[in-house]
C-alpha cells in the first residue's frame, strides 16, 4: 500500500513537472519566438532554477518569462510537496500523530 502510494504520487508529481515543462516550451516558442529546442532549453532552465539562456527581446516575451519563472517556482515546490507527503504522512503515523479529518 505504501509503495503503490509513493509511486501513484510521484508519477503526479512528475506529470506536474511536465505539465509544466509543456508550458514553458510552447510559451518560448510561441511568444518569445525561440526554436523548440532553444524553448526546451529555457523552460528547463527556468523550470530548475538556474535562470534563462536565450535574452527575451519583446515586451510580450519579457512578460511571460517573468510570469513563467514566478509560475516554475510554484509548480517545482508543489510538485517536490506532491512527492514528498507520503513520506511525510506516513511520518506522522510512526509518530502517532494524528492529522486533523482522519
Known amino acids: ?9 510521484a508519477i503526479l508529481s512528475g506529470a506536474l513537472i511536465l505539465f ?9 516558442h510561441a511568444i518569445g519566438g525561440l526554436p523548440w529546442v532553444d524553448s526546451i532549453l529555457n523552460a528547463s532552465m527556468i523550470l530548475t532554477g538556474m535562470g534563462p539562456v536565450d ?4 515586451a510580450a516575451a519579457k512578460l511571460f518569462a517573468s510570469a ?6 510554484v509548480a517545482f515546490l508543489t510538485s517536490v510537496g506532491v512527492l514528498l507527503a507520503p ?7 510512526h509518530f502517532h ?3 486533523e479529518g482522519e
Open 97 to 99: 500523530l494524528e492529522v
Open 20 to 28: 509544466s515543462l509543456a508550458v514553458g516550451v510552447i510559451g518560448y
Open 68 to 73: 513563467y519563472a514566478i509560475f516554475s517556482g
Open 1 to 9: 500500500m505504501f509503495r503503490a502510494r509513493i509511486v501513484a504520487y
Open 55 to 58: 535574452p527575451m527581446r519583446t
Open 87 to 93: 513520506l511525510f504522512h506516513r511520518f506522522l503515523h
